[in-house]
């Protein structure tokens, strides 16, 4: 049987013509989402476990080490360590362990960098080139990810995460921005607008989430998203010491995060359009209908 469709989009949908632009902060009433921090040039400022054990053993104090997450150490719930510094290390805190000689050798690989020396890093070896941290918790977003996954990766990490450049943040949002992140729609809406690394997903908070369709919520809205993403979590930590890559496998997905996740659909789709969506086509078409919606009411704009 051959079917006809009067138009196929730049998306090879067969719907109108669209076409998303990335927009520098969120069309929808939703957290901001910035990058991690890049760790170029800082290799000096990252730790292995048994580097971090003994810098502790010799004094350092606890808040200037961080758990230090990429793309892969949120998957695989693997973390490094770093080196954090809100203000220059004093003569005594140097005095610990190799430290000076980590500034030292920092400066060294700074001062050949132009963009280092251009931006002032070399003058600051104690930090990245980003200071950005959570200050009571992070949701962390893999820039690169599995397509073959049902749900996009997204964790929740303490005070004490540092990302690096390879993931995403929301600092100290609110709980319900998870349950958008983490429901089939967005994966749809990343899946079609977002680049891809070969097959896989590359995030964007420019061209995926903050173009990401999203309806105003009620303050009833958010308390069942809040829920929603709380029995996600719950889920999630009745299998400890799984990881993402362990519980988000097609084939093996556990049972009660896969309720955890349909219930969140159930509950924003019905937000959405009062009931849910039949399929992912039927998706995509309200989402490209309230983009364009939005877009239009935006007008001129600076995207």
Not at 260 to 270: F, I, M, P, Q
Request: glycine share 4%; with cysteine; hydrophobic share 40%.
């Amino acid at each position: 049987t051959q079917l006809s469709t009067p138009n196929i989009n730049g998306y090879l949908l067969a719907q109108p013509d669209h076409w998303v632009s990335s927009f520098r902060k969120p069309m929808s009433p939703v957290h901001p989402m910035i990058k991690g921090n890049y760790y170029g040039v800082s290799e000096h400022l990252l730790l292995d476990s048994l580097t971090k054990d003994k810098l502790l053993a010799e004094g350092l104090p606890r808040e200037n080490l961080k758990r230090f997450y990429g793309s892969a150490e949120v998957i695989s719930s693997k973390p490094r360590y770093c080196l954090w510094f809100d203000e220059k290390p004093s003569e005594d805190t140097l005095k610990i362990a190799d430290l000076r000689k980590r500034m030292e050798a920092g400066v060294a690989k700074r001062s050949k960098s132009k963009d280092a020396v251009s931006n002032g890093m070399v003058l600051r070896p104690h930090q990245f080139r980003e200071m950005n941290k959570g200050q009571k918790s992070t949701f962390a977003v893999p820039v690169v990810s599995s397509e073959n996954r049902d749900y996009l990766p997204i964790d929740l990490l303490g005070d004490d995460a540092v990302l690096s450049n390879k993931c995403f943040a929301l600092f100290d949002a609110p709980l319900w921005n998870m349950a958008l992140i983490a429901s089939r729609i967005h994966w749809v809406w990343i899946g079609t607008v977002c680049v891809r690394l070969e097959m896989r997903f590359s995030y964007s908070n420019t061209l995926g989430w903050n173009t990401f369709p999203v309806p105003k919520l009620t303050e009833k809205n958010k308390a069942d998203l809040t829920r929603c993403a709380e029995d996600i979590l719950l889920a999630r930590e009745a299998h400890f010491p799984a990881t993402i890559a362990d519980l988000y496998k097609p084939d093996a997905m556990p049972d009660n995060l896969r309720a955890a996740h349909d219930r969140n659909d159930e509950v924003l789709e019905r937000i959405y359009i009062g009931r849910r969506f039949r399929n992912d086509t039927e998706r995509l078409e309200k989402l490209f209908e309230m983009y364009t919606k939005m877009t239009t009411r935006i007008g001129g704009l600076d995207a």
